[in-house]
């Protein structure tokens, strides 16, 4: 047996790593608390758990759904998305669903990559920024986020080799490992960027119900020009509570989604029907479990920024996403100061390394445990560094 080279390419992903070390410790007795994986520890809300239980009782959903989606669904995304975003959507050619966020960006590779091609990646960033071109054997081009520029890349700077053989951007606000929010103008230097080279932007918007301080986000698609050169990735996992569910959508560009729409139909069978009317009742029903999650991690952010003060670590509290992310105390590179955390208190934080060369440097640590773990996790933080 012969694995393909490309394995050799991608690193092992990241939480499959953190997941091993928290395996042993624990099989070893140790009390661990992982602040490492943004996995919300809230349930979904009930009405969406009702709406999918009888969706499973009803025969109609049993067989293989449309790989399209169903018309409810992609009128509640379309719906939603001009109520909450401002951004009209015709369910009819610029909505797919999708079996998660992360199965979108992955395919979404395979449609524009040919080989050798460019996919333009924010560093740090989401993990399938880089491995999903890899795998398409694309070439994954870096570009920098830095505080300085307030967490967004330098447009300039990306090398005109990689401009000129880039056929994706991926840009993600609020912004997963960092936090940030998007600046003003920011998105019209994209759009204008990616007219001028004619590259697809994917916006991945999976943070984007979840902001605190009165700061509400934007759609990429709502900026003039976004629907002619780009899509966004919504996914209900981190709005909703549906981490588990696999329930997501690409809205946006129609020749995109047609060419998304080509390629997936060649690769599974769409999402369970069910799912997709859990997701209806999602967009379309109450939203005040939303409103209540963001008060809750507003808590748990203020919690962590409180604690990580007095250890000497002084950050802004972020505006959106559920991460915190913080430069490591000097003389620590990021996985020797997780490594020294996880030893030190049994608490996990995930290495900024993991997620890009500039990650380096920093940790983020997840604010989806609930308020005791959390309030514990601190506490050993403080006591023990
Ligand atoms: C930036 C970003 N995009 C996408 C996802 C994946 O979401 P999904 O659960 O819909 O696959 C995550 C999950 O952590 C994420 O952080």
New binding site residues.
């Given amino acids: 047996m012969r694995p393909a080279g490309r394995l050799d390419r991608i690193p092992a992903y990241l939480f499959a790593e953190i997941e091993r070390k928290i395996a042993e410790k624990k099989a070893a007795g140790v009390d661990v608390i992982s602040l490492g994986i943004?996995d919300p520890d809230m349930p979904t809300p009930p009405n969406v758990v009702k709406a999918a239980v009888r969706a499973v009782q009803d025969p109609g959903t049993h067989q293989y759904p449309s790989n399209r989606g169903r018309p409810e669904f992609r009128e509640a995304v379309s719906s939603f998305y001009r109520t909450r975003f401002g951004v009209d959507l015709d369910p009819e050619t610029q909505v797919i669903p999708?079996i998660?966020?992360?199965?979108?960006?992955f395919n979404i590779n395979f449609a524009f990559l040919d080989a050798g091609a460019v996919a333009l990646a924010a560093d740090p960033g989401?993990p399938?920024y880089t491995g999903g071109p890899l795998i398409a054997d694309a070439e994954p081009v870096l570009m920098p986020l830095v505080p300085e520029l307030g967490f967004v890349p330098d447009l300039d700077a990306i090398p005109d080799q990689a401009r000129d053989r880039a056929r994706l951007m991926f840009v993600?606000y609020p912004?997963?490992p960092t936090g940030a929010v998007v600046p003003e103008g920011f998105f019209e230097r994209v759009v204008e960027f990616a007219r001028a080279h004619d590259i697809l932007v994917v916006h991945?918007s999976?943070?984007s119900e979840l902001t605190y301080d009165g700061y509400v986000a934007p759609s990429f698609l709502a900026t003039p020009g976004g629907m002619e050169v780009g899509v966004e990735?919504f996914?209900?996992?981190?709005g909703w509570n549906m981490?588990g569910w696999?329930?997501?959508a690409i809205a946006g560009n129609a020749d995109a989604i047609a060419a998304y729409w080509k390629l997936k139909t060649n690769v599974d069978s769409g999402l369970f029907d069910a799912v997709q009317l859990a997701g209806v009742e999602a967009l379309t029903g109450p939203q005040d479990s939303v409103r209540e999650m963001c008060t809750i991690y507003q808590r748990r952010r203020d919690l962590v920024i409180g604690a990580l003060r007095e250890i000497g670590i002084d950050i802004e509290p972020p505006q959106g996403t559920i991460y915190i992310w913080a430069p490591v105390p000097a003389g620590h590179t990021s996985a020797s100061f997780a490594e020294e955390v996880l030893e030190q208190s049994a608490v996990v934080v995930s290495p900024g390394s993991a997620y890009g060369p500039n990650g380096e440097g920093f940790f983020r640590i997840s604010l989806t445990v609930p308020d005791e773990r959390l309030a514990e996790a601190v506490e050993r933080l403080r006591s023990s560094l």
Avoid: F, Q, W
Wanted: glycine fraction near 12%; hydrophobic fraction near 25%; proline fraction near 4%.
């Fill in positions: 943004g999708a998660g966020g992360k199965e979108c960006i989401y399938p993600n912004n997963n991945d999976a943070y990735v996914s209900l996992s981190k981490t696999r329930c997501a």
